[in-house]
């Protein structure tokens, strides 16, 4: 199956994994005051000459499709749940109204757990039955953590959550339903904390990060985003211009990233996309306007797209942005909102609040004149609307209960809806 994993070195100094501490981060930039993530390495000699001798070496569907990308065993049987091949959609009417003739977005939202942290737990949750995991465990707000309940289910094996009181209760009775043990520390602080502590006295395999300052999450699973590149790319024939992922601790943003670094070492592409981070506070944004060499920290506070909203990004995000002479863009809890009922209401997508940051940060960066009419753009639609739909419910009005005859109905839709019958 021609595997090509070879090991794991940090992001920033490039020194290989120096003992078996892959999810505290490089201990060598942290001493230089950089705290930052590994990632995963390959050697993919053998598959880009299979690649430039015209054969075609992805098979099956999916993100294990592109099994050979990823840090797994050829003999390990993957944790999956049909995760990936999601649609790639034409947005003509919202393009229209924002000014883009070719506005695309990945509707991750298609999923089995409704998120695109379905391709990392699919990855990091088999990389841990395949080390022999007896437990795994994270810290959520929802997504990531429904996505491992649902994955740990599926390979048997236990799964703690940890999470905030604030978080909507429906994603807390998603993370449940999937049988992963949820519990909410009082700060988001203490979750990590505690996390920490179980990983070192339980060996509980951790599939998102915890380590404060931030780095991002399991290097292992990050490279289940890569296939996002790769579906884009083949359905498109090329790479696009741009590519919007929503960022905070920038898991899904490197990860897409590392895809379409890998189009181009195995030969598939010269053309490469800008990463635009979408952003709800701006770190990373306010990083590249100071052009600091790590994550600068803004104020933050809560907001409609819990998910995203940090006040400090990671030096993987940053990496994702420089090496793709990327860009950053903010979107407010107003800008998010009103995104969301324009994709709702003119495309039929009703997508999480975070998700559409994507959009709101295309659309500003429109206006700005830093992307042009027909560039090729691609917004990561990152989960449904489902997740959080009292928050929407706040944007509309009650519905009304109707008295069943034609003049009421006429008063009733023109009162709430201005519709005219
Ligand atoms: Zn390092």
Avoid at 146 to 160: E, N, Q
Avoid at 391 to 411: G, Q, R
Wanted: proline share 6%.
């Amino acid at each position: 199956m021609l595997n090509s994993f070879i090991g794991v070195e940090c992001i920033r100094c490039g020194r290989p994994l120096a003992d078996n501490l892959i999810f505290n981060g490089c201990p060598h930039c942290k001493d230089e005051g950089y705290n930052v993530n590994y990632k995963t390495k390959y050697n993919y000699s053998k598959l880009s000459k299979m690649i430039k001798e015209g054969e075609k070496p992805f098979s099956g569907k999916g993100v294990w499709r592109y099994r050979q990308l990823l840090p797994i065993k050829d003999h390990t049987v993957p944790i999956t749940l049909d995760e990936g091949d999601t649609p790639l959609r034409h947005l003509k009417k919202l393009g229209k109204q924002l000014g883009l003739s070719n506005l695309y977005v990945k509707d991750e939202s298609r999923n089995p757990t409704w998120s695109y942290k379905d391709r990392l737990c699919s990855v990091a949750v088999t990389k841990a039955v395949e080390d022999g995991a007896e437990a795994i465990t994270i810290s959520s707000t929802g997504n990531h953590g429904a996505a491992t309940a649902a994955y740990a289910a599926v390979a048997g094996i236990p799964c703690v959550v940890f999470t905030i009181p604030q978080v909507p209760d429906t994603m807390k009775t998603l993370m449940q339903s999937y049988g992963a043990f949820v519990v909410a520390t009082p700060t988001p602080i203490d979750r990590w904390t505690l996390m920490k502590q179980c990983v070192k006295e339980f060996n509980w395999v951790p599939i998102s990060g915890y380590v404060s300052p931030p780095i991002g999450s399991n290097p292992y699973g990050i490279d289940g985003y890569k296939s996002i590149s790769f579906e884009i790319f083949e359905e498109l024939g090329e790479a696009p211009d741009f590519v919007s992922v929503p960022a905070a601790y920038s898991d899904g943003l490197y990860g897409v990233w590392s895809g379409m670094r890998d189009l181009r070492e195995l030969g598939l592409t010269e053309k490469l996309p800008k990463m635009v981070a979408a952003e709800v506070f701006g770190s990373l944004r306010a990083t590249l306007q100071e052009k600091s060499t790590k994550p600068v920290s803004v104020d933050a506070e809560w907001s409609v797209s819990f998910s995203i909203a940090g006040s400090l990004g990671t030096y993987q995000g940053l990496s994702a942005l420089k090496e793709s002479d990327g860009l950053a863009e903010t979107s407010n809890d107003d800008e998010t909102m009103k995104m969301q009922k324009a994709l709702a209401s003119t495309e039929g997508l009703y997508a999480e609040a975070a998700s559409v940051t994507s959009l709101v940060a295309i659309s500003k960066l429109r206006k700005a004149g830093k992307i042009q009419e027909d560039d090729k753009i691609v917004a990561v639609i990152t989960s449904t609307g489902l997740k959080d739909p009292a928050e929407t419910a706040k944007y509309l009005p009650k519905v009304p209960l109707v008295e069943p005859n034609l003049s009421n109905l006429s008063k009733v839709l023109k009162e709430y809806y201005s519709f005219g019958i």
